[in-house]
């Protein structure tokens, strides 16, 4: 079926220099190089087969279907234990195919002659489009088949508009695959109508965006430490798309021209290789989290199908060895065949994860002999600690895999940049890399030493987290002046229509929101305007009830910190170089709100998130609203000296960047 937005079936299309995709002119295809390959959409149907075999194999192995019905007890009937599951499955799978196909089309497709998309990164865009509308329906199925499984009735009599609506609405787990299915659909009109790159990348954000919610509500967010399950089950969702749909863009679009093809795998290939390091640890966190020992992988058939996800997981790394050594040199020399072959292997072994993992999913988990959890430890995840110390404060640790990644993944990036450019004879200081890597070290102590344990306990430890987050760490990592050393280690792109890391950040900067975003008082604004909005309007209630909150909430600290610092200190280049009294006003506007909330804070008779410590009800330290009026006195007084050294610093460069007078 053909139509303006699609080209004729069997038709090479090349990703070349085409025309910039306008509102009136569509890329045409045009002659390629070398016969069509059999592969494309059979290989993605032959995976779809696959990975429902899989899953129907392994939900009956599991026990996930077998139904017990017991007087008196509810039962959802004979189709949803078998249809939830799969609709399940089409979620993944189009999220996976979605993902993978707007990544494809914004990093792994040659641009246009004016920089649009070009005739294959239009057809995956397009492409992406209905797979994302597969995604929002199989998200509107879960949502009614899960309203059934819940309330044990079967579908015909649990789902109705009314039912529906109340339960997308106000339980968790409606909410959250209520979200998911809006922004599917929100994502179809997006690339129905996308005509550039950046609009692409976009619909690729709200995507990923679009995976998370369901995870906060799985069998992870149920266990007996939920926030190292959640986190190490976020860290392998999102690494699993992106690789899988990666793979499965360049084998539906194989037909490319061979060098244009060789440049877009070059590009992923590293970009897989570290999707396969966070699947791997992800996995062992969630298995350390999920099952009681080690005997439980062979006793028990949920760690069965936990060895079984494993193997598949080394038979991926090792196509993905074959892919690189073997079929990136025939690309090179103008074969496609051997590339074809390996990637079609990889498409049907990921469709057998998937399915293994929809199946995993279902299948109950042991359950140790545990006593029964107090009220605590149902909302922190972990039994309420003693009274701290430093040793505690500093010892007893709370790992928080996202974090660390995002420290580990950083921290490798510079020192492989330092690495490079000493190779070729450059020289970079030892203290700046030192204190970079001293800022990522900050970030993990904050969010994963003790001080992760006690801060939702403690509001003077949450608000030490705070400065850390926002002011130590963030000054660290600006100090290291990795933007600098970006700029001397990373090439200039001498492919047309492929830009790189440098292009696009060279691109960012010169946008209208990056030259917004680095002036000074905005950034000085986006930063001290965390304060009263988050403690005054219920958010920090929620971020302590809520994981997913709680990343956010770390995620803007350590954004808009560093985004104040590179603007203020100007360590690194800024798109556009603020005088020094702009940024001498922008500090001392932090300084004032800083002080401003410190003092309300020591002054206030309202406690913040009363109920959340009424519920942990621990009897050792000050009273909650004290410590609450002790933390504002350490945010008015310490915390502000950082502050203060940075105000110091911008004077003293004005002054001797001031020509001297000249006498009369």
Known sequence: MTGPDQPAVGTPVVDGPDPVVGTTDRPTATAGPGPAHPGGWPVAA???LVAVGALAALLSYGGATRREILPGLADAGP???????????GMQVGAVVTVGLLLAAVLLSARAAGGGLSATGYRRVRAAAWSALGWCLASVAALCLTLADVLGLPIAEAVSVTSV???????????ALALSGWLAGAIFLICRAALTPRTAGVALL????????PVFTGHAAAASNHKLAVSGLLLHVVPVAVWAGGLLALALTGRARTDQLAIAVRRFSPLAAGCLVLVAASGLVSAYVRLPGLGALVDTRYGQLVLLKTLLLGALAAAGWWQRRGALPGLLDGDRSRFIRIATVEVLIFAAAMGTAVALSRTPAPVPGEPEESIAQALLGYPLPAAPDAARLLGEWLPEPVLIAVALTIAGYYLGAVARLRRTGGQWPVWRTA??????????????SGLARYAPLLFSVHLLQQLLLTTVAPILLVLGAPLTLA????PTSVTPGWPGVREWLRGAGASRTGLLLTRPVVAAI?????????????IYDQTLRSHAAHLVMVGYFLATGWLFFWVVLGTDPVPRRAGYPERLLAVLLLVVSQVALGLVLAGSDTLLAADWSTALARLWGDPPLVDQQNAGRLLWSLGSLPLLAVLATLAVRWRRARPPSTPA
């Open 46 to 48: 032959a995976g779809l």
């Open 206 to 213: 709200l995507a990923v965006l679009a995976m998370v919610p």
């Open 526 to 538: 986006l930063l001290a305007g965390t304060g009263f909005p988050l403690y005054y309007t219920g």
């Open 487 to 490: 700029r001397q280690v990373l």
């Open 79 to 89: 189709i949803t234990p078998w249809a939830l599951p799969i609709a399940r499955l």
């Open 435 to 448: 204190t970079f890597l001293l800022g990522c070290a900050v970030i993990v102590v904050a969010t994963s």
């Open 165 to 175: 609506v109340n339960f997308a609405t106000t339980v968790q787990l409606g909410q």
